[in-house]
């Protein structure tokens, strides 16, 4: 009967010492997913709601493989997370045939770029500069406000660092990494429109210039594309992907934050 209890009782401590592993491994990840997370300077404001020009909100989502299609991804020996070769296996049906004992077939999909490794991500704040307002307080005797006020219209562009095949492919699994690891609104193309404006408040002294810089931020994004012929593969009904010829990629891109402008305020006694 002490036999029977002592074991019970290493049993309960047993899991409970694995659930305190596993809570705190737990832990540990969300916080270095926290830490992931850009911060947002008080230089860098949200102007969607203020912005003339309404950007087109990036809704790029995970594609959702369909059942066949996660079945036929459990096979590839390199993982793939490209959108649109997984939106092109879920259009594919393939019927189990009774009789298909001996049948062979292998089907030339392309060549794609299958995954994207991202391995550095840093936030450019004053990526391009686009506007410039300025207030003349030099005869003044009281000091004066001046207010954001964009002054024409602003097209701000990313793009690759530099060439690779399948380049919107790229550039999409490039986008979700780096809107996963920031947290941020980002675009290859964003709009800030004229007449924008922002109530946050400058003060210039008398006898001063004040010149207020806006920016658009951006995200330098950097890692690594693999590429391989993706062939599926058909035996019976044993269906798997066969990958072949596998290369590798570095690609770097800058990506601009949607919606956000980085400020920089200067005082002063010439013009400048």
Do not use: C
């Not at 049906?93 to 001996?102: C, E, K, V, Y």
């Not at 299958?114 to 500069?129: A, P």
């Not at 686009?130 to 701000?156: C, F, P, W």
């Not at 072949?244 to 005082?267: E, L, Y």
Request: proline fraction near 5%; avoid cysteine; charged fraction near 25%.
């Amino acid at each position: 009967m002490k036999k029977v209890i002592s074991a019970f009782v290493i049993t309960i401590l047993f899991f409970g010492l694995t659930q305190t592993i596993t809570l705190a491994e737990k832990k540990e990840k969300t916080e270095v997913k926290q830490e992931t997370k850009v911060q947002i300077p008080s230089s860098v404001m949200n102007i969607t709601k203020e912005n003339t020009y309404p950007n087109p909100t990036q809704d790029l989502p995970y594609l959702q493989p369909s059942d066949l299609t996660q079945q036929l991804l459990e096979t590839s020996e390199i993982p793939i997370e490209n959108p649109d070769l997984i939106r092109m296996l879920n259009e594919t049906t393939i019927s189990d045939a009774p009789l298909a004992f001996g049948y062979r077939a292998t089907i030339y999909m392309g060549q794609w770029p299958l995954r994207y490794e991202s391995g550095e991500t840093n936030t450019n704040w004053e990526y391009q500069k686009i506007n410039t307002n300025l207030t003349d307080n030099r005869g003044g005797n009281a000091v004066q406000r001046m207010y954001y006020k964009q002054e024409s219209e602003k097209h701000v562009k990313g793009g690759l660092t530099s060439k690779i095949s399948k380049a919107e492919d790229v550039k999409k699994m490039m986008l979700l990494k780096a809107m996963e690891k920031t947290n941020l609104p980002l675009s290859f193309h964003t709009v800030v429109g004229y007449g924008t404006k922002k109530e946050q408040v400058y003060n210039i002294s008398p006898r001063k210039l004040g010149y207020l810089y806006a920016y658009a931020p951006a995200v330098n994004e950097k890692g690594k594309v693999t590429f391989g012929e993706v062939y599926l593969v058909l035996k019976g009904n044993k269906r798997t992907i066969d990958i072949k010829n596998v290369t590798s990629q570095g690609i770097g891109a800058w990506i601009p934050v949607q919606d956000h402008v980085s400020f920089g305020f200067v005082v002063s006694d010439q013009p400048r």
